[in-house]
């Protein structure tokens, strides 16, 4: 067993245009202050990230991980879940998540889909450059308008789309394993890879790719009324990121898992503060740990009630109060009768 690092915070949800959100420093001095040791980074964010000179240049790697070094704070992993989305997209959605990409390629679901493969192998080299060893992710999604089988979805039109999807990452799952890096996939809902068993035919059609693995985050699974303890007894091999992001379910004779196209606030599953939700997170702590899980606890504040601030420095003690030290020795050592191969063969009548 080994124990897990953190408390640590994805800055996704607090970068902005107003300080101390909208520079490095000052936002990994604000993290300090909350009580993180460690920072999540949104690889797109140029306010607070070089992507470009980060996947080719050591010395900015050095320079970037120092600043933050500075105020305490370790570099946890990039994301890519915006870049990693594009990489697959359904034309349903392609006017929706067209924001995500570079103005060059709007408009363009093929120059926009090289690009997004471009972006997320870049990444990876930036994650080599920093000495970072897993990176997270989405996977994109061409079947998701088709989860609910209404009409009849034709004979393999769900095969097809997963063949494709992994025709897409292999070349970056490759470079992947160039660069020493997981590729940890969010298991999430508006994803193809969205529960185990896709993951699963994912994961078959890229032949078991040691660099094809999964960032935990039960908030998703919660919402979809899956066991999440069991998850990590089946998974723990493949988990290699943890989100600390929590849930509730509270289905009523209106609505239920699909949500009744509510605003967060009035939907049956909300997304909730750490510690506010129904995560059985003292749980899934003792599971991780179990399993010798010794990634990052990373806090990824998502609340439909909560200030992200208050979120913030909650989820920090929260973390913390939860990462378990793991013991040394076994707890009955002090009846260790100290007996030996002969001795435990009289024990047994053997001799």
Aim: hydrophobic share 40%; with cysteine; net charge negative.
């Amino acid at each position: 067993m080994k124990t897990m690092k953190g408390p640590a915070l994805f800055l996704a949800q607090f970068a902005g245009d107003a300080a101390p959100f909208n520079s490095w420093r000052s936002i990994t001095a604000w993290a300090a202050d909350c009580g993180y040791v460690g920072v999540q980074v949104p690889s797109w964010d140029a306010r607070l990230f070089d992507l470009e000179k980060a996947a080719t240049s050591k010395d900015y790697c050095d320079t970037f991980k120092g600043e933050a070094a500075e105020n305490g704070i370790a570099v946890t992993e990039l994301s890519t879940h915006l870049q990693g989305q594009l990489v697959a997209v359904h034309p349903a959605y392609d006017t929706a998540f067209d924001g995500f990409a570079a103005p060059a390629v709007r408009g363009n679901p093929k120059a926009r889909a090289e690009w997004a493969v471009d972006q997320v192998k870049k990444a990876l080299s930036a994650s080599r450059n920093l000495g970072l060893s897993a990176h997270a992710t989405f996977s994109g999604a061409l079947a998701w308008p088709f989860v609910y089988p209404w009409p009849q979805r034709p004979a393999g039109l769900v095969e097809e789309a997963f063949d494709e999807l992994a025709r897409r990452w292999l070349p970056i799952l490759n470079h992947a394993e160039e660069c020493g890096v997981d590729v940890c996939y969010e298991i999430h809902p508006g994803e193809d890879l969205h529960d185990g068993i896709s993951f699963e035919m994912f994961l078959d059609r890229v032949k078991g790719h040691g660099r094809a693995n999964m960032l935990y985050d039960p908030s998703h699974y919660v919402l979809q009324h899956l066991d999440y303890l069991d998850h990590i007894d089946i998974y723990h091999d493949r988990i290699r990121m943890f989100h600390v992001k929590d849930a509730e379910l509270n289905p009523t004779g209106r609505q239920g898992v699909y949500g009744g196209f509510q605003s967060w606030v009035n939907r049956a599953g909300r997304f909730r503060s750490p510690g506010d939700g129904q995560v059985d997170f003292g749980g899934i702590f003792s599971k991780l740990t179990q399993y010798g899980f010794d990634g990052w606890a990373v806090v990824e504040w998502e609340c439909c009630l909560k200030h992200p601030e208050d979120g913030a420095r909650e989820g920090a003690a929260f973390v913390a109060a939860h990462i378990i030290r793991v013991t040394e020795k076994a707890f009955d050592d002090f009846a260790d009768a100290g007996t030996d191969r002969a001795a435990n063969r009289r024990m047994l009548g053997l001799e």
